[in-house]
């Protein structure tokens, strides 16, 4: 997140999908005037390297009954939404306020929230996706309806197969029950990929540093950094699996092409079987396309994929220091352990 927040941001935890700055009549790349050439790296490669952004208030798969485009007037209302929204949660709280109730209803900036962030530091994005001059529904464009295909009933075996391992500890059990994001291992989301896509919370931010044989995409969320390696090297065995998978690139023209296999069990996206293929190309001096498409058969009932289009950013990608600030994990298995007590406490008075 660039604000001066920002380092504050990287030390919180956060409580437990690209759109562009300029204004939207605006986002059309400069590519399109024919006065802009793509940067080149001494080695002849387009230069990818910089940071982007990814927030967008597009969603991840398409509204049902909607195209896959948008008309300029619904973008002026989606954006103009999304600013109202953001001026309204992000006002000074009232000093004399009352404590929230017990709980609160999780909800950003809402006043019932207890430990949550106030609006101005959230960073979801303000501006609808726009590839090429199309504004987007959805970013998810394959299937044809702009939606994750439906699961496989082999998918939604090993599903309950999951949910009936994790019903036989409770919640607080132990740190493994927790999300592995609140355990500060990888992004919220698929923040870090692979796919990459916006967590629809803040630090949608990456930083890509490009050599020669090498690609690395640090994502400022839980500060994570994908080496991609470029050529044709072995492959780990399918055994060995590994956070954001095994990724191997390849140049088709100005487009980098990256194939990941080996992704962690844990990770959002995963089966043993799943391959997904991502593209990286540059479509204007302030404007990179990242397209990504999952095959997985064994989950999914077609191939499935999207276009989410990055900003630059004219600012520095902060530290997410999510360790150094981690009291919340080992305060909420306390305070379970606490409450255990009490109520063998309870049972023996009752007896």
Request: hydrophobic share 35%; with cysteine.
């Amino acid at each position: 997140m660039l604000r001066n927040a920002a380092s504050f941001l990287g030390l919180c935890i956060a409580v437990t999908a690209l759109g562009v700055v300029a204004p939207a009549a605006a986002q059309a790349p400069a590519s399109n005037s024919g006065d802009w050439v793509i940067p080149r790296t001494p080695d002849g490669r387009p230069d990818l390297q910089g940071n982007w952004s990814s927030a967008t208030i597009t969603p991840l798969q398409r509204p049902r009954n909607q195209g896959p485009t948008l008309t300029w007037e619904e973008v002026e209302r989606l954006e103009g939404t999304a600013a109202g929204y953001l001026e309204r949660v992000s006002q000074p709280s009232d000093p004399d306020r009352v404590a929230p109730p017990v709980g609160g209803d999780g909800s950003v900036g809402a006043a019932g929230m207890v430990g949550g962030y106030n609006g101005i530091y959230i960073d979801r994005g303000d501006r609808v996706a726009i590839v090429y001059g199309e504004p987007r529904s959805s970013l998810i464009t394959m299937p044809a309806d702009g939606r994750m295909p439906s699961r496989t009933p082999e998918s939604r075996e090993r599903a309950a197969e999951r949910r009936a391992l994790r019903r036989s500890f409770g919640p607080y059990d132990h740190p493994e029950m927790r999300p592995v994001a609140e355990r500060c291992l990888i992004s919220f989301g698929s923040n870090a990929g692979p796919p990459m896509l916006p967590n629809g919370f803040y630090n949608n931010n990456y930083t890509i540093v490009q050599t020669p044989d090498h690609i690395v995409i640090m994502a400022e969320m839980v500060h994570d950094a994908r080496i991609i390696r470029i050529g044709d090297g072995p492959r780990l065995p399918p055994d060995q699996q590994v956070w954001m998978g095994d990724s191997w690139g390849h140049w088709e023209g100005d487009v980098l092409v990256v194939e990941t296999t080996n992704l962690h069990p844990l990770q959002q996206y995963y089966s043993p079987e799943m391959k997904v293929i991502e593209r990286f190309s540059r479509m204007a001096e302030d404007a990179l396309l990242y397209e990504f498409t999952i095959d997985d058969p064994s989950t999914y009932t077609e191939t499935w994929g999207g276009q989410v289009p990055m900003k630059a950013l004219d600012g520095q990608v902060y530290e997410y220091a999510c360790h150094e600030g981690n009291y919340a994990l080992s305060n909420i298995l306390s305070g379970a352990r606490y409450q255990e007590r009490r109520e063998a406490e309870n049972e023996n008075e009752q007896r």
